[in-house]
């Protein structure tokens, strides 16, 4: 079930708020002030700034969640499936044009790991693990498994929000707003992957992997 304590049912997330109202408070400035062509440019960032913050209410319309199954957790493109100590990690490129709401993966007790400030380099160069933007939680379920999600921000979405304030989690649950950059999912090995490198996921609809019994 969607969480109703963020206000959900709006059409616009009030993440954008401020930037919206900027953007469309320059416009009308820089018109008033005779800036047509810079009025113009604004009142197009306006427009961007509204669709990239738009609701998704595609999730609410979906069957119950399937148990022991890992949803995605944004809109995006399956970039790279690697494994490493046992642990397959699925890299997510998000871009500008999909829903940006966070959502939980899996149930479970949900923590923030790690929030760290940083740069915005392309979320895919060397260095943008060390010194971007980065979030990295964990969703740990109730029979010991756990699955992390790192977050790193890209050159056009510095913002990276997460609700600090919830600590148990039902799949599909919003946990925060991420606008551009790439998720890393690393899934514990008794889950077998379900999607491959080149595949668009939708957060919250797509399965991304599914547990071995």
Same mark, same amino acid.
Not at 18 to 23: L, R, V
Not at 64 to 73: D, H
């Given at each position: 079930m969607e969480q109703t304590i963020y206000n959900l049912k709006q059409y616009i997330l009030q993440e954008g708020y401020?930037?919206?109202? *900027?953007?469309f408070g320059s416009a009308i400035v820089l018109y008033l002030l005779g800036f047509?062509?810079? /009025?113009?440019?604004?009142?197009?960032?306006?427009?961007?700034?509204?669709?990239? =913050?738009? @609701?998704?209410?595609?999730v609410s319309k979906n069957p119950? @969640?399937?148990? @022991?199954?890992? =949803?995605?957790?944004i809109d995006g493109k399956i970039m790279s499936i690697d494994t490493q100590d046992g642990v397959q990690k699925i890299y997510i490129d998000v871009d500008l044009c999909g829903s940006h709401i966070l959502r939980a993966p899996i149930n479970g007790n949900y923590f923030i790991n790690l929030y760290q400030k940083g740069l915005n380099l392309s979320s895919w160069?060397?260095?943008?693990?060390?010194?971007?933007n980065k979030a990295i939680v964990s969703f740990s379920e109730f029979d010991g498994s756990n699955t992390k999600?790192?977050?790193i921000s890209g050159m056009c979405g510095s913002d990276i929000v997460l609700y600090n304030n919830i600590y148990q989690v039902n799949t599909r649950d919003?946990?925060?707003?991420?606008?551009?950059?790439? *998720?890393?999912?690393?899934? /514990?090995? @008794? =889950?077998s992957v379900k999607v491959s490198i080149g595949d668009k996921v939708a957060g919250g609809i797509s399965v991304i992997a599914g547990k071995i019994e």
């Open positions: 401020s930037k919206i109202g *900027i953007a047509t062509f810079l /009025a113009k440019v604004a009142f197009l960032v306006t427009v961007a700034l509204l669709w990239i =913050y738009r @609701n998704n209410f595609s119950i @969640n399937l148990a @022991n199954t890992l =949803y995605a957790p160069s060397f260095k943008s693990r060390a010194l971007n999600m790192e977050i919003r946990i925060g707003v991420f606008v551009q950059g790439t *998720i890393v999912l690393e899934v /514990a090995s @008794n =889950y």
